[in-house]
């Protein structure tokens, strides 16, 4: 992992950047800051192996850990940055004219990802039996976790404030849930997604119940808890490379799904992980679209409107006046 690391620091030598051409070349460059984590780097991989490119533009990809992602963010370092779905309208009330312009991280049509994990033996066998449990998450304020406790309320029934709820939320560094869980420390806890997918090949842990899945049967829409972002002043001032940089981050993804037996080895060699996990994470975990739907707007709106309801977000706007319009898939 440490190889797709950034510091805080080297991101922010980087300075508040624009578009800006190559030199001795008429493209122009797109900075894109994105998640360091090895399932991105497959999603990279044509890009920057040139397999999918532009002969319009060149695109400077850069992984970045999260807390470089938010002072990358607030820095304007780069022109289109991945965050958390609820950080946009955080952002825009801090004056920040952050626009969404793709999908980011979109739930699975499979419906894991997301799960409730216990120990194995648990007498924990159901949601209902969260009830007074212990239940460790990463962080209350990311998009993630706040999907997860929508799914608890409103598919569930259980009351999740984090004070008088019907479940302790235990907030940790997420390497530190498996173990917090095997030690008792914990009663059920959220994993992300490397996590899971060992939890899946030791079976050490069980799942109780996956709430990407409920939140897809009960909206109708898969959840969104990831965006792509830029920034108005420039979105308006060269929205031709704006598009360019979506499509061609679209047909790298598109390219590492049609080409696993060429994408997946390199990058598991590349980031030291099992190549299982990238054929999971692709086909049953999670997707970067980059391509952002009407439907995943209506996942957003609802994300927006039921954080305000949990103390979240203060206030959000309407979604549409955060969207940059060119942006829309039919």
Request: charged share 20%; aromatic share 8%; net charge positive.
């Amino acid at each position: 992992m440490k190889t797709w690391l950034l510091c805080g620091v080297m991101a922010a030598s980087l300075a508040a950047s624009v578009l800006t051409s190559a030199p001795g070349s008429a493209q122009t460059t797109v900075k894109f800051g994105y998640l360091a984590d090895p399932s991105h780097e497959a999603v990279m991989w044509a890009l920057k192996n040139g397999k999918a490119k532009s002969d319009k533009i060149r695109v400077e990809a850069t992984p970045l850990n999260i807390s470089a992602l938010i002072q990358a963010t607030a820095a304007r370092s780069y022109d289109v940055i991945q965050t958390a779905a609820v950080a946009i309208p955080r952002a825009r009330e801090r004056g920040l004219d952050l626009r969404i312009v793709g999908t980011g991280l979109r739930y699975h049509a499979s419906g894991e990802g997301a799960a409730i994990w216990v120990k194995k033996g648990s007498p924990i066998k159901s949601v209902a039996d969260l009830k007074g449990k212990k239940l460790g998450v990463y962080s209350l304020g990311s998009a993630g976790i706040t999907l997860i406790r929508i799914a608890l309320a409103d598919v569930h029934g259980l009351n999740v404030a984090v004070r008088g709820g019907d479940i302790e939320f235990v907030e940790m560094p997420a390497p530190a849930l498996p173990a917090a869980l095997a030690s008792g420390r914990i009663d059920a806890a959220t994993l992300i997604h490397a996590q899971a997918f060992k939890a899946m090949q030791t079976d050490d842990f069980v799942v109780v119940t996956q709430t990407a899945g409920d939140l897809t049967k009960k909206f109708g829409v898969r959840m969104v808890s990831a965006v792509l972002a830029g920034y108005g002043d420039r979105l308006d001032a060269d929205s031709d490379a704006y598009k360019e940089f979506l499509r061609v981050l679209h047909a790298s993804v598109e390219y590492a799904a049609k080409n696993p037996g060429e994408v997946f080895p390199a990058v598991a060699k590349a980031t030291d992980t099992d190549p299982e996990f990238f054929k999971a994470w692709f086909t049953r975990f999670s997707q970067f679209p980059a391509l952002l739907s009407k439907n995943d707007i209506k996942a957003i709106e609802l994300l927006w409107k039921r954080a305000i309801e949990l103390g979240i977000l203060k206030k959000a706007p309407p979604v549409m006046e955060t969207v940059w319009k060119p942006a829309i898939q039919d």
